[in-house]
Each structure stands twice: as C-alpha cells, then as structure tokens.
T-cell receptor, first 116, second 116 residues
Framework: DAMVIQNPRYQVTQFGKPVTLSCSQT?????MYWYQQKSSQAPKLLFH???????NEADTPDNFQSRRPNTSFCFLDIRSPGLGDAAMYLC???????????????FGPGTRLTVL | AQKITQTQPGMFVQEKEAVTLDCTYD???????LFWYKQPSSGEMIFLIY??????QNATEGRYSLNFQKARKSANLVISASQLGDSAMYFC?????????????FGAGTRLFVKA
C-alpha cells in the first residue's frame, strides 16, 4: 500500500550527538513536511520541501537541518541534540495545494526521539 | 495570537452517542481550508474531514461531519454514534492563503474518551 514510512520508530541519542531521522513515501507527492510534536501539544512545523525547494520556518532552530535527495526520501538531521529536542517527529506529505483545495497531509507513524 | 483555538482539553462521551468537538479559527484570508485529524495513542495522524472556505455545504465523511459557521469562524467536528476506537486526540487545523498554501496550523487538540 502507498504510504509514508519513518525509520526508526524509536531513536535514543546522547546529548550533543548528531542524529538523523528518515522518511520515505510511495505516494509520489511533491510536498514533504517535518513536524516536531512534544507531549500533549500540537504538531509544530519545522520545514517543508516543495520538490527541491526548501522552506524553513522562521522559528526553527539552526540545530535542525533537512535533506531531500529525491522525491521519495527526506531526512531530518539534528546536529547537536539537547534535552529539549526530545519529542515525536512526524513526517508528512501532500500534493501541492492552494489553501482551499482538498489536499490533506498524509502522515507517517512518527519517530520518538529520546535524548539522554 | 492563536490562529486555531480548541477550548476543550478533554471530552467524555458514552459509546453510541454523538459528540461535538469545538474549533474556532482566526484568519483575514478569504481562501482557506479547515481540517480535522485524529491521533490515536500510536502517534500517527489520520485525516478525517476537510472544509474549504468557499464550500457552502457542511462536509461529511461517514460518521464525521463538520459544522461550518463561517461568520462565527467556527468549524466544529461532530462524531455520531461514538465507538470505543474513537478514543484519541483530535486536532483542528487550518491552511491559509497568505502562507504559500502549504503551511497548516494546528490547534492544541482535544482528547476524546469514549466510555463503554
């Protein structure tokens, strides 16, 4: 089945040790998103790609980087994880959408990051 | 200022009864889209229903309907005939016209508990 896959589902890293989370999709969607979601909070958009066009949110820390080598894959790199970066990281995809068009986002299962 | 407001942190409903989850939004755009997503304890966000700002009819998807009151800027989700599997976190979200069409802003969520 077409879907959004995130690996690993659970990631443990040490304070300051770089970590990479991966996302792949079989939906052939142009747009890919990375969200950070802390416990009992709304997902917070970190950045998104429209094809290879990268769009960073203004309040996303420089510690977070992303790569999209092709349509199917997108990576989230955390260069020096702090304790405050422990969260669920959600990857999502969508077709390009105007604001009032019905192009919902398809989410992966998320990667829960623990920072020791 | 909050763009999406969900005033009910938690809601209880008896199995087989209907429940309404509240959502109000704030935008100056004429063109926007409203979404509801469900997030079970497993973490994956599941799209439920969409309402475009120009849609005159309230959206319906199976047991889900969206009570769209444009003048009041509200987009409440109604779940009919609640099931135990409906117990989850529910997020209201909006995609605006002046943010490039891709950014979706989520509310804080409402946790729904369905009682047997």
């Amino acid at each position: 089945d077409a879907m959004v896959i995130q690996n690993p589902r659970y990631q443990v890293t040490q304070f300051g040790k770089p970590v990479t989370l991966s996302c792949s999709q079989t939906l052939n969607h142009n747009v890919m998103y990375w969200y950070q979601q802390k416990s009992s909070q709304a997902p917070k958009l970190l950045f998104h790609y429209y094809d290879k066009d990268f769009n960073n949110e203004a309040d996303t820390p420089d510690n977070f980087q992303s790569r999209r080598p092709n349509t199917s894959f997108c990576f989230l790199d955390i260069r020096s994880p702090g304790l405050g970066d422990a969260a669920m990281y959600l990857c999502a995809t969508s077709r390009p959408a105007g604001p009032s068009t019905h192009n919902e986002q398809f989410f992966g299962p998320g990667t829960r990051l623990t920072v020791l | 200022a909050q763009k999406i407001t969900q005033t009910q942190p938690g809601m209880f409903v008896q199995e087989k009864e209907a429940v309404t989850l509240d959502c109000t939004y704030d935008t100056s755009d004429q063109s926007y889209g409203l979404f509801w997503y469900k997030q079970p304890s497993s973490g994956e966000m599941i799209f439920l229903i969409y309402q475009g700002s120009y849609d005159e009819q309230n959206a319906t998807e199976g047991r889900y309907s969206l009570n769209f009151q444009k003048a009041r800027k509200s987009a409440n989700l109604v779940i009919s005939a609640s099931q135990l599997g409906d117990s989850a976190m529910y997020f209201c979200a909006m995609r605006e016209g002046n943010t490039g069409g891709f950014k979706t802003i989520f509310g804080a969520g409402t946790r729904l508990f369905v009682k047997a």
